[in-house]
């Protein structure tokens, strides 16, 4: 069974840079035809895609978010992270990380196979 489990600080500044790390279990980031990806739900707002790396590595963002994201993966480690920079309040939300077998991309969590419980970022001074 994969399971992705997210981790990250609960709290970031303005400015900032947010850090979040995807570690999977029970299943290899490499493994082919994967692509895993980051999303987020803003509250009160609707889930948004923002990112995936590729079982090879390669890696495509959201337009909106192109600028200020990242996502790079350690292989010996199994995980993938999410690099935002440049945070302001707009970028609180709850961040999740889910994989599927195919590059499709959905804005709803449920069109994943593999999804973690996700974690809560706010932004704030």
């Known amino acids: 069974q994969v399971q992705l489990q997210e981790s990250g600080p609960g709290l970031v500044k303005p400015s900032q840079t947010l850090f979040l790390t995807c570690t999977v279990s029970?299943?290899?980031?490499?493994?082919?035809?994967?692509?895993w990806s980051w999303l987020r739900q803003p509250p009160g707002k609707r889930l948004e895609w923002i990112g995936y790396?590729?079982?090879?590595?390669?890696?495509y963002y959201s337009q909106s978010l192109s600028r200020r994201t990242s996502i790079s993966r350690d292989t010996s480690k199994n995980h993938f992270t999410l690099q935002l920079s440049s945070v302001t309040p707009e970028d609180t939300a709850v961040y999740y990380c889910?994989?599927?077998?195919?590059?499709?991309?959905?804005?709803?969590?449920?069109?994943?196979?593999?999804r973690g419980q996700g974690t809560q970022v706010t932004v704030s001074s």
């Open positions: 029970g299943g290899s980031i490499t493994a082919k035809s994967y692509y």
């Open positions: 790396i590729g079982f090879g590595g390669d890696t």
């Open positions: 889910a994989a599927r077998g195919d590059e499709v991309i959905f804005h709803t969590l449920y069109e994943y196979t593999y």
